[in-house]
């Protein structure tokens, strides 16, 4: 799955693009969803795997990462740009990238309210809902092809 039109979403790294990975993360988490900044900024993201979209704008408009282990999190889109697909070119992308570092399953701790749009791209729930930063959440899991593109991402 490529990203909506007019929209690009590419790999970057912390040290280059940190500020508008940041600057995105706070606005959504933070700001919109009163997570504590120092729960936010975890000390991870310099050796996480990020991936970052721009808006037709030119503007970054939404971000994920993947850990090493495959723990993919920090998924935000900011409002403008919600309901477009970026959020599933951002999924897409991450996914792609664990495919290519060999991981066969990937998971995540999902919003309740965001695990709907984790289940249309693959995931599957396990185990009870938990509290993380005072938000409900869901772990969920999904493997990852190990061959060609990966498949389910194009909702």
Do not use: K, N
Not at 55 to 60: F, K, Q, S, T
Not at 77 to 95: E, I, K, S
Not at 109 to 134: I, K, M, N
């Amino acid at each position: 799955m490529g990203a909506p039109e007019g929209y690009r979403v590419l790999r970057v790294g912390w040290d280059d693009r940190g500020d508008d990975l940041a600057a995105i993360r706070e606005r959504v988490f933070v700001v919109e969803q009163g997570v504590p900044r120092e729960l936010e900024l975890d000390g991870l993201d310099a050796g996480a795997d990020h991936v970052l979209a721009w808006g037709p704008d030119g503007h970054p408009a939404g971000c994920g990462r993947m850990l090493a282990d495959g723990h993919i999190g920090r998924m935000a889109v900011l409002p403008a740009h919600r309901r477009r697909g970026v959020g599933g070119a951002l999924l897409a992308a991450l996914l792609e990238r664990a495919r290519e570092r060999g991981l066969s399953r990937v998971f995540l701790h999902a919003q309740v309210t965001a695990a709907p749009f984790y289940e249309s791209h693959g995931f599957a729930s396990e185990g009870d809902v938990f509290l993380d930063a005072g938000i409900p959440h869901r772990y969920m899991f999904r493997y990852v092809e190990t061959r060609g593109p990966v498949q389910g991402t194009d909702r």
